[in-house]
C-alpha cells in the first residue's frame, strides 16, 4: 500500500484528489495538509511514502517545502503539482529532487501512474516535462540568464514579471522591503535589465509567464 500525504491549501482540491484516488486500491491517502509546516509535521511523524504538493501554498511555498523535504528524508518521493506551466516549474522542481511533476490540468490515471512510479523510486516525466526537458537541452537552457538566479530571487522575479509591486512581493514573501529591493537589484543585474518593464518583457520572451500576465 503506497501511503500518500496531499498538501495542498484548498479543501475542495484536496477532496478533488482524494475521489480521484478512490479508484486506486493499493494508494492510501494517510495525511492531508494545508500548508508547508504541516507538511512537514505530517512528514516527521512517519508513515508516508510519498507526499504530493503543491507549488502555490501560503507562506513558504511547494519549492520551499521541497527542498527542505529532500533535505530532512533524501528517500521521500515528492511529486510536485501546480496549475503553471511545465515549462515555467518543472525543470527547477526536477533539479530540486522532486520525482516528477503535474500540471493540475493532468488525467486522473496520469495522477495515479505518477503516484506509482514515485512510490517506486522512479522519476515520472510527463510528455509535456518531456518536451521542456528536450527544449532545455536543444538551448542549453544553463547557460540562460534566469537559470543563474537562486530560488529566492527567481520566486521575486516572477512576481516582478506579474506585476506586483516591492511591497506586494514583500508581504507575499515575508520579506522586509529592503530585503526584496536587494533581490530586486541582483536579479536585474544578472538577467541585463534595467526595470521593472524589461524584467516582465524577458520572462515572456523566455515564456516563464504569459504575455497576458506581464
Same mark, same amino acid.
Given at each position: 500500500?503506497?501511503?500518500? @500525504?496531499?498538501?495542498?491549501? +484548498?479543501?475542495?482540491?484536496?477532496?478533488?484528489?482524494?475521489?480521484?484516488?478512490?479508484?486506486? $486500491?493499493?494508494?492510501?491517502?494517510?495525511?492531508?495538509?494545508?500548508?508547508? $509546516?504541516?507538511?512537514?509535521?505530517?512528514?516527521?511523524?512517519?508513515?508516508?511514502?510519498?507526499?504530493? =504538493?503543491?507549488?502555490?501554498?501560503?507562506?513558504?511555498?511547494?519549492?520551499?517545502? @521541497?527542498?527542505?523535504?529532500?533535505?530532512?528524508? $533524501?528517500?521521500?518521493?515528492?511529486?510536485?503539482?501546480?496549475?503553471?506551466?511545465?515549462?515555467?516549474?518543472?525543470?527547477?522542481?526536477?533539479?530540486?529532487?522532486?520525482?516528477?511533476?503535474?500540471?493540475?490540468?493532468?488525467? $486522473? /490515471?496520469?495522477?495515479?501512474?505518477?503516484?506509482?512510479?514515485?512510490?517506486?523510486?522512479?522519476?515520472?516525466?510527463?510528455?509535456?516535462?518531456?518536451?521542456?526537458?528536450?527544449?532545455?537541452?536543444?538551448?542549453?537552457?544553463?547557460?540562460?540568464? +534566469?537559470?543563474?538566479?537562486?530560488?529566492?530571487?527567481?520566486?521575486? =522575479?516572477?512576481?516582478?514579471?506579474?506585476?506586483?509591486?516591492?511591497?506586494?512581493?514583500?508581504? /507575499?514573501?515575508?520579506?522586509?522591503?529592503?530585503?526584496?529591493?536587494?533581490?530586486?537589484?541582483?536579479?536585474?543585474?544578472?538577467?541585463?535589465?534595467?526595470?521593472?518593464?524589461?524584467?516582465?518583457?524577458?520572462?515572456?520572451? +523566455?515564456?516563464?509567464?504569459?504575455?497576458?500576465?506581464?
Amino acid at each position: 500500500m503506497i501511503r500518500l @500525504l496531499i498538501c495542498d491549501d +484548498h479543501a475542495i482540491v484536496r477532496r478533488g484528489f482524494r475521489q480521484i484516488l478512490a479508484d486506486a $486500491p493499493d494508494i492510501h491517502v494517510a495525511a492531508e495538509a494545508a500548508d508547508g $509546516p504541516e507538511a512537514l509535521r505530517c512528514i516527521r511523524a512517519g508513515g508516508i511514502d510519498v507526499a504530493l =504538493f503543491d507549488i502555490a501554498l501560503p507562506g513558504r511555498d511547494g519549492l520551499d517545502v @521541497l527542498k527542505q523535504a529532500r533535505a530532512e528524508f $533524501p528517500k521521500l518521493a515528492v511529486l510536485m503539482v501546480s496549475t503553471y506551466p511545465e515549462s515555467q516549474y518543472a525543470l527547477r522542481c526536477l533539479r530540486l529532487g522532486a520525482a516528477g511533476y503535474l500540471n493540475k490540468s493532468a488525467d $486522473p /490515471a496520469e495522477l495515479i501512474a505518477a503516484i506509482r512510479k514515485a512510490a517506486q523510486g522512479g522519476l515520472y516525466v510527463s510528455a509535456a516535462v518531456a518536451d521542456t526537458l528536450a527544449c532545455a537541452v536543444r538551448k542549453d537552457a544553463g547557460d540562460a540568464p +534566469h537559470e543563474r538566479l537562486s530560488r529566492r530571487e527567481y520566486q521575486v =522575479f516572477r512576481l516582478i514579471a506579474e506585476g506586483k509591486s516591492l511591497s506586494q512581493i514583500a508581504a /507575499a514573501l515575508a520579506l522586509s522591503l529592503n530585503t526584496v529591493s536587494t533581490y530586486r537589484a541582483r536579479i536585474m543585474e544578472k538577467i541585463d535589465t534595467r526595470n521593472d518593464v524589461e524584467t516582465a518583457l524577458y520572462a515572456v520572451r +523566455h515564456r516563464l509567464v504569459s504575455a497576458a500576465v506581464a
